[in-house]
């Protein structure tokens, strides 16, 4: 992972994680010694923080394919453990999220990139629940509210993000 760092102007330091850069903001106010104890930290921090939760590291930033894979995994095996062979996002423009029950992989819309973590998680929760349930019965629902159980709420979110 490449790690950029840009000093600044400013009283504390701060970073983010974009795909697979790590940039760092560091105080310029700072000792050469100091500035460096701050590259050290805040790297270990991100890098922590990125395996343990996408939403931990990248709230509103883009998200990969490698960073959705990361969080349907987590999902996955906290709540269903369902066999899934590949997730990733691609070009759909007339719907969130697909699966194939027969190839066990799912897409979600590359329109998601930069949506909030709790849309993305309801959406990947969804898409695992149709590998075991092809369609949207009573079963499917309570499969959903296992991983989600606002998520009502979280399907009332998506239709205002898609402006719908």
């Not at 500035?35 to 921090?45: P, R, S, V």
């Not at 066990?104 to 998680?121: K, T, V």
Request: proline share 2%.
């Amino acid at each position: 992972m490449n790690v950029t760092v840009q000093f600044k102007d400013k009283k504390h330091s701060s970073g983010s994680i974009r795909g697979d850069q790590i940039i760092l903001y560091i105080s310029s106010r700072l000792s050469k010694e100091d500035q460096q104890i701050h590259i050290d930290a805040l790297t270990e921090k991100l890098l922590k923080n990125r395996s343990q939760n996408v939403a931990a590291y990248n709230p509103s930033g883009i998200i990969t394919d490698g960073d959705l894979a990361v969080l349907s995994e987590e999902i996955n095996k906290k709540y269903y453990n369902f066999p899934l062979a590949s997730i990733r996002f691609k070009k759909q423009e007339s719907r969130w999220g697909s699966c194939s029950t027969r190839t066990r992989q799912i897409y979600i819309s590359n329109r998601m990139i930069n949506a909030p973590i709790e849309l993305l998680e309801y959406l990947i929760a969804h898409e695992l629940c149709h590998l075991k349930e092809a369609n949207h019965g009573k079963g499917f629902w309570a499969l959903v509210a296992v991983a989600c159980p606002d998520y009502k709420e979280r399907r009332k979110r998506l239709k205002v993000y898609g402006g719908s």
